[in-house]
């Protein structure tokens, strides 16, 4: 793989086909466990390692399947790997595997995951899938960072709220408090609130791409002198 190929995936799966603004993929979880950055997090870095070694585990397998069962060989696969690390989570953050319950299995199931393997690791060689499933994952990762940093602030006034669940009591001191006496927002940090921040995601994403678009025509627009008049430069 060249270098450029690698910028591209990123590129891709991080900015130009992101899972949670451009292609909405697993709304489900992205907006339900978005209510603090702790939650968001874990889950999304949960999520990226499945997709990165998924991906990259099928692709050289891709020629061996018939093509009758890919789907449920995928699947079990994917079920594979999120078993492992629904113990792993279970044994090591307990407190944060009771909070995210059930959207850890759900994993296997994840359009996200299934859809990416379908779309490029069937069809790709394993360092480029699992590169790809990196970027894809780590593409929804910042999404909910974002969503979750901005939904925690809103609701509670507080940023790493819970991030002794992962990294144990010592790291309470972590915490940070936004805004001192803050007595909550709660549509904020309920499934409205969390509708209306990844809606202005999107329009933010939305108008940064046009507005690069927009620039990018402006610089390699051509002026064409008109007869008798003069080019724009002329007129110093």
């Not at 585990?57 to 079920?79: G, M």
């Not at 319950?101 to 069937?122: D, K, M, Q, W, Y």
Request: glycine share 10%; hydrophobic share 50%; net charge neutral.
């Amino acid at each position: 793989m060249t270098s450029q190929e690698i910028k591209d995936i990123f590129y891709n799966g991080l900015w130009k086909q992101n899972t949670g603004l451009v292609q909405l993929l697993g709304l489900c979880p992205l907006l339900a466990v978005s209510s603090s950055v702790v939650n968001a997090i874990s889950l999304g870095l949960a999520t990226t390692l499945v997709m990165t070694i998924a991906s990259g585990a099928i692709a050289p397998l891709r020629n061996y399947v018939p093509n009758e069962i890919r789907i449920p060989v995928f699947i079990l696969i994917i079920a594979v790997l999120v078993t492992v690390v629904q113990y792993m989570i279970n044994a090591y953050m307990y407190g944060l595997y009771v909070v995210l319950g059930i959207f850890i299995p759900l994993i296997v199931t994840n359009c996200i995951v299934l859809a990416r393997i379908e779309a490029f690791a069937s069809k790709n060689g394993g360092l480029a899938s699992a590169l790809d499933g990196l970027a894809m994952g780590l593409g929804l990762t910042a999404v909910l960072a974002v969503l979750g940093g901005i939904r925690e602030i809103l609701g509670h006034g507080t940023l790493l709220s819970g991030i002794d669940m992962a990294l144990g009591e010592s790291a309470k001191s972590l915490v940070i408090t936004v805004i001192p006496d803050y007595h909550g927002f709660l549509l904020a940090i309920l499934p409205p609130g969390a509708f209306i921040v990844l809606g202005l995601l999107i329009a933010t994403r939305n108008w940064l791409t046009l507005r690069a678009t927009n620039k990018s025509n402006s610089s390699d627009a051509v002026y064409v002198p008109v007869e008798g008049g003069c080019t724009p430069a002329s007129h110093a």
